[in-house]
């Protein structure tokens, strides 16, 4: 668990710290489900915690505030990936205090970020630049260099100004910088069982080699260009759910 306390400011006082949940296929105390909560079941029971509170968080930003789909909040990627969400506490507070939607141990869920292992639907297929015939497939991308995704990155409008992206994308970076082994090892295992769309090819041998990619609305490229990403400008600029996005990469050192 991290922690941040933020400087003296005319805002109101927090102290930020994160918590994360593994993927599906990583869960192995109890069966975990990846529920949607709703507002007759707003914490299912069987829903690891911390992505129950994510999944508010995403409801709240990309579905209430910019008419996201609903239906494409959950994806075929949550299931394979890690997600962090941040907790705010009021300084002076009780943190041991439970709120509603937390965990148990205090803070409200505030803002959360999601890392996809390799590999990641083909960007020709996904912007639908592909032939007709090959849009009825979904195809991933085995040829390039395999990457980690940082996706679904979103803060209440109510804490933004307290530099929480940057919290949740340096927590991010770190933990894949130490973490080399398990994500290769998500990796290979979804490229065996995804044999035959692969045609015989060689993808999942390569093993990730520090390189973090992100599809970035493109009102926020700049934020992101300030923390070390650079706009891939060969990918062009496409839409999702009916926002402008961009890609940018970046490369951190693997310990």
Same mark, same amino acid.
């Given at each position: 668990?991290?922690?941040?306390?933020?400087?003296?400011?005319?805002?109101?006082?927090?102290?930020?710290?994160?918590?994360?949940?593994?993927?599906?296929? *990583?869960?192995?105390?109890?069966?975990?489900?990846?529920?949607?909560?709703?507002?007759?079941?707003?914490?299912?029971?069987?829903?690891?915690?911390?992505?129950?509170?994510? =999944?508010?968080?995403?409801?709240?930003?990309?579905?209430?505030?910019?008419?996201?789909?609903?239906?494409?909040?959950?994806?075929?990627?949550?299931?394979?990936?890690?997600?962090?969400?941040?907790?705010?506490?009021?300084?002076?507070?009780?943190?041991?205090?439970?709120?509603?939607?937390?965990?148990?141990?205090?803070?409200?869920?505030?803002?959360?970020?999601?890392?996809?292992?390799?590999?990641?639907?083909?960007?020709?297929?996904?912007?639908?630049?592909?032939?007709?015939?090959?849009?009825?497939?979904?195809?991933?991308?085995?040829?390039?260099?395999? &990457?980690?995704?940082?996706?679904?990155? %979103?803060?209440?409008?109510?804490?933004?100004?307290?530099?929480?992206?940057?919290? *949740?994308?340096?927590?991010?970076?770190?933990?894949?910088?130490?973490?080399?082994?398990?994500?290769?090892? =998500?990796?290979?295992?979804?490229?065996?069982?995804?044999?035959?769309?692969?045609?015989?090819?060689?993808?999942?041998?390569?093993?990730?080699?520090? *390189?973090?990619?992100?599809?970035?609305?493109?009102?926020?490229?700049?934020?992101?260009?300030?923390?070390? &990403?650079?706009?891939?400008?060969?990918?062009?600029?496409?839409?999702?759910?009916?926002?402008?996005? *961009?890609?940018?990469?970046?490369?951190? %050192?693997?310990?």
């Amino acid at each position: 668990m991290a922690s941040q306390a933020m400087p003296p400011s005319t805002k109101k006082e927090y102290t930020f710290t994160t918590k994360f949940y593994p993927p599906l296929h *990583l869960s192995t105390s109890k069966p975990t489900t990846q529920l949607y909560p709703t507002p007759q079941n707003p914490n299912p029971a069987t829903n690891n915690p911390v992505f129950t509170d994510a =999944m508010h968080i995403r409801h709240a930003v990309f579905v209430q505030e910019q008419h996201c789909r609903a239906e494409e909040e959950i994806d075929d990627d949550d299931a394979r990936s890690w997600g962090w969400v941040v907790y705010a506490h009021r300084q002076g507070n009780n943190q041991q205090q439970d709120t509603e939607g937390g965990d148990g141990d205090g803070g409200e869920a505030v803002g959360t970020i999601r890392l996809v292992p390799p590999p990641h639907i083909s960007h020709h297929h996904l912007t639908g630049s592909s032939a007709p015939e090959e849009k009825k497939k979904v195809r991933y991308d085995y040829d390039h260099e395999p &990457y980690i995704k940082i996706t679904r990155v %979103a803060v209440l409008a109510s804490f933004r100004g307290y530099g929480l992206s940057r919290l *949740l994308m340096r927590t991010v970076e770190d933990w894949a910088a130490n973490n080399k082994a398990v994500i290769d090892e =998500m990796y290979s295992q979804f490229a065996q069982n995804h044999m035959p769309e692969r045609g015989g090819g060689g993808g999942g041998r390569e093993g990730w080699n520090g *390189l973090i990619g992100l599809h970035a609305q493109v009102q926020v490229e700049r934020m992101y260009a300030a923390m070390g &990403y650079v706009t891939d400008e060969a990918m062009g600029r496409w839409h999702e759910e009916g926002i402008e996005h *961009l890609g940018m990469f970046k490369r951190v %050192a693997i310990f």
